[in-house]
């Protein structure tokens, strides 16, 4: 009996000692997947002597910046002058460290990025423009905007025209020195595509554009290059994947961001737009929510432009918006949705981008 019971004992810690090492296995098996994963989203990938820097999407938490995170940082007090009937607004905040151009994108206009404010009593202040500028201001750019003449920008002519407006204002400032560096979005994205053959910048970012690379001879000295796009809009994906592969063949630094889309909150709007109190912005939320524009997670079932939410400011006569904020609200719709809009989320790896190539 005895020896029967030493054996018993013995099979069963042998069938223990396996059942750990199996779970230990298993464990370490998991964990070298994660650490590859991980390692695989944020590498260096390297083509040909070419670093393309390959960013992982960022997650809800990134939209949960507010709209006054800067506050304690800067304020905005543009300038806001015409050259030749051209419309600019811009800041220089002390001991710049480079020149940062914006160009809107269709139907948008220089005074979108601004606050309204005594220096600028027309400005507009669009709540991810001014986050752009805020964030440039921040990191110790000096930040200019520009209006196209029309309702989009001239791929011609108006080339030139910027050109020549952002030497002339770059000399009046004494910034001639300092990195120069653009963005611009949409319209404007294809816009600084071509702006960056005509002058030299240091490093570009189109924002939902794949650019206008079929229209001119690359040289190995274009500027690097950051596409920070919408992958919901399958052309213009395709169409980025394509030129990331053409500017790498040239030798160009090239990067890519994606931006998903994110549920909204009861808070999201009064977070992400000045001048929305916590109150509207739940109200809002809630109708948004009876009336099936999202879904139970807080997801946009359509395009903000595609949803017919200001019909209801109309027929809830007790909901007290002011009309000027419809734009601010219509651009956090568009934003949550990710189809095509401008956006400041991924504004810490696009400052990360250029300040990579000061």
């Known amino acids: 009996m005895l020896n029967h019971g030493f054996k018993s004992k013995q099979r069963s810690s042998v069938h223990n000692c396996r059942i750990q090492v199996l779970v230990m296995s298993f464990t370490l098996i998991v964990m070298l997947v994660i650490l590859f994963l991980v ?37 905005l007090h543009p300038t806001r002058e015409f050259r030749n009937g051209t419309d600019l607004i811009w800041q220089v905040p002390k001991s710049p460290k480079g020149v940062l151009f914006l160009a809107h994108g269709c139907n948008g206009k220089a005074i979108n990025f601004w606050d309204k404010s005594l220096e600028c009593p027309d400005c507009v202040g669009l709540p991810e423009e001014r986050l752009l500028v805020l964030h440039g201001l921040a990191r110790g750019f000096a930040v200019i905007t520009i209006s196209s003449a029309h309702r989009c920008w001239n791929l011609g002519k108006e080339v030139l025209i910027v050109k020549d407006i952002l030497e002339w204002w770059i000399g009046k400032r004494k910034l ?8 611009g979005a949409s319209s404007g994205g294809y816009f600084v595509s071509l702006l960056a053959v005509a ?52 030798g160009i630094d090239v990067g890519v961001v994606e931006c998903m ?28 929510k009876e009336k099936g524009f999202i879904d139970q997670k807080g997801y946009m079932k359509k395009d903000g432009r595609k949803t017919k939410w200001q019909n209801v400011l109309e027929e809830r006569k007790n909901l007290l918006i002011d009309k000027h904020l419809v734009p601010h609200i219509q651009e956090e719709l568009n934003l949550a949705f990710a189809y095509h809009e401008m ?4 504004s810490d790896q696009i400052f990360k981008w250029f300040e990579s190539h000061i």
């Not at 938490?61 to 800067?70: A, I, L, R, T, Y």
């Not at 956006?343 to 991924?346: G, I, P, R």
Request: charged share 30%; net charge negative.
């Open 39 to 75: 390692s695989d989203n944020t590498r260096d990938n390297d083509n040909d002597g070419v670093k393309v820097k390959v960013k992982p999407s960022l997650g809800y938490e990134s939209h949960k910046q507010k709209w006054n995170s800067f506050d304690s940082l800067v304020k």
């Open 176 to 183: 001639e020195k300092l990195p120069h560096v653009a963005l």
């Open 199 to 250: 002058k030299k910048f240091n490093s570009i970012v189109l924002m939902i554009a794949e650019g206008m690379f079929e229209d001119f001879d690359i040289k190995e000295d274009y500027s690097p290059t950051l596409f920070v796009h919408m992958p919901k809009d399958l052309y213009r994906q395709q169409k980025i994947d394509e030129y990331v592969e053409v500017l790498k063949d040239k």
């Open 261 to 288: 889309e994110f549920p909204l909150s009861p808070d999201t709007l009064t977070d992400r737009i000045p001048g929305i109190d916590q109150t509207l912005s739940r109200n809002l939320f809630e109708i948004f």
């Open 343 to 346: 956006t400041s989320v991924h």
